[in-house]
């Protein structure tokens, strides 16, 4: 008997399929990774197992759970099975965490009442995880106030506190320096081994290999490729997944500018906390028009918390940022690392962007050209937030961004939630409209590939 079967399943908006038919089954001690472009409908296959799909889509199909349908099942019934049977680590961790919580207790809560274990046994087991994972000096954090990297880790680590033996991980990597994304696919290979059942998203060859399995390549909702994970990876046979592994960043030509603008940011003797915490002390570098700077550096090291510095949202400590005279308060854009939290989540994106496009007297075809350029359908603009992808989604932030016509773009991860082919482009893509507006950019990443290959030049954090 299968852990889990899908059968025949699609996914609809209106009459129109974004997904399927898409058919597998995955049994027990087995590992399934799903591989694809962003908007591919990976992510709609995980919400449509765990019965989370949002109220404007429509599935047909069949969900079979150890030979019971579920997709049938009232939502209390669907319920019911979250954390014991079927658990979920969401793309987006903001979204799988409490924000009024304090991070660790939504780990203890999970040991004691899902996977009812005594209190002291909760406290204990609580510590062990949030110890191994890196994350016991945040333990009482709100969510609000970690970076990207160890809302991910928490979020995991609350996902897997109840034992479920079905494990749905969407993007379990996504934002992660090197050493703590080889740790979190240690612990994802673990639960195959240890007899329970994983389905992995991820867009990183390096983390499916890891993962092994059986693998699914994904383009436009349909299956373009299936196989053993190593065989495909190793000798891909279609011309998609060819293209997917030939677009990793480590064969990427390194990009060269010359640029030669004036000093927009100063930064000098710059000391950044968050909380008592100094993260970041006595950094000084100027940033030029047309620039392109990474900011690189392990996860919760205080990437962001620089960002939000030099975008006036956070007090230093101590130091200084200078703008260029005369430079606009809003010459100064973020992109943020997680874009649910960017968009007003009761309208659709089209009425976002026709906002902000009329407060700032840009036209609206200006708009559709970004629009076009980043690879966005036009039919995305009469959805709202929680019905894109999360690519998609940085996408559109991305346009967002630029109909304010700004001098200076701090980018964190704008493209961690992209898949290979699909990073690749947009940010060829901000470095084409960059060198031809004079824009700077401050690109925050965790990989050194793309710091190395990309920019004009890096700072490390350590």
């Not at 090197?178 to 983390?207: D, F, M, Y």
């Not at 279609?238 to 640029?259: E, F, M, N, R």
């Not at 930064?267 to 620039?291: C, D, P, Q, Y």
Request: overall charge neutral; hydrophobic content about 40%.
């Amino acid at each position: 008997m299968s852990a889990i079967e899908v059968q025949d399943l699609s996914v609809f908006v209106g009459n129109q399929r974004l997904l399927g038919p898409v058919s597998f089954e995955v049994g027990n001690s087995e590992t399934l990774v799903i591989m694809g472009e962003t908007g591919a409908g990976k992510s709609l296959i995980a919400e449509a197992i765990l019965g989370t799909l949002p109220q404007s889509l429509r599935m047909e199909g069949a969900i079979i759970h150890k030979g019971r349908r579920i997709d049938n099942l009232t939502g209390d019934e669907r319920a019911s099975l979250w954390g014991r049977e079927i658990t979920m680590l969401p793309q987006e961790p903001w979204r799988a965490l409490d924000p009024l919580m304090k991070s660790g207790s939504q780990v203890l809560e999970t040991h004691e009442y899902v996977a009812g274990l005594s209190p002291k046994q909760a406290r204990e087991q609580t510590s062990k995880d949030l110890n191994a994972l890196g994350l016991a000096e945040a333990e009482k954090h709100l969510p609000g106030r970690l970076s990207g990297g160890m809302a991910q880790r928490f979020a995991f680590a609350t996902a897997t506190a109840g034992k479920a033996p079905l494990l749905l991980a969407d993007e379990p990597t996504k934002g992660l320096d090197s050493s703590r994304q080889g740790h979190i696919v240690k612990l994802l290979r673990e639960v195959p081994a240890k007899n329970g059942t994983l389905i992995a998203i991820t867009h990183e060859c390096p983390v499916a290999r890891e993962l092994g399995g059986n693998l699914i390549v994904m383009k436009d909702g349909q299956i373009v490729e299936q196989g053993k994970t190593k065989d495909v990876l190793a000798k891909p046979k279609a011309g998609y997944t060819k293209q997917l592994i030939a677009a990793d960043p480590v064969s990427w030509d390194k990009s060269h500018s010359l640029y030669s603008g004036d000093t927009v940011l100063s930064v000098g003797n710059l000391t950044v906390s968050r909380g008592k915490n100094i993260l970041i002390e006595k950094l000084s570098f100027t940033l030029n028009a047309g620039e392109r700077l990474a900011i690189s550096g392990p996860s919760g090291v205080g990437k962001t918390s620089l960002l939000d510095v030099l975008a006036g949202l956070l007090e230093p400590v101590k130091g200084v940022v200078e703008r260029a005279a005369g430079l606009a308060p809003l010459a100064v854009q973020k992109l943020y690392q997680d874009p649910p939290a960017a968009f007003p989540p009761h309208i659709t994106l089209g009425q976002n962007l026709r906002d902000v496009a009329r407060m700032h007297g840009a036209k609206w075809d200006q708009v559709m050209v970004y629009f076009s350029d980043l690879g966005l359908h036009p039919e995305l603009l009469e959805r709202r937030p929680d019905s894109v992808s999360g690519g998609e989604l940085q996408r559109v932030s991305i346009a967002r961004a630029l109909i304010v016509k700004p001098k200076v773009i701090l980018a964190d991860e704008p493209t961690s939630r992209l898949d290979p082919i699909t990073q690749r482009e947009t940010l060829e893509l901000i470095e084409k409209i960059c060198r031809e507006e004079n824009i700077a950019v401050v690109l925050v990443t965790h990989s050194p590939e793309i710091a190395d290959k990309w920019a004009d030049r890096t700072i490390v954090l350590e």
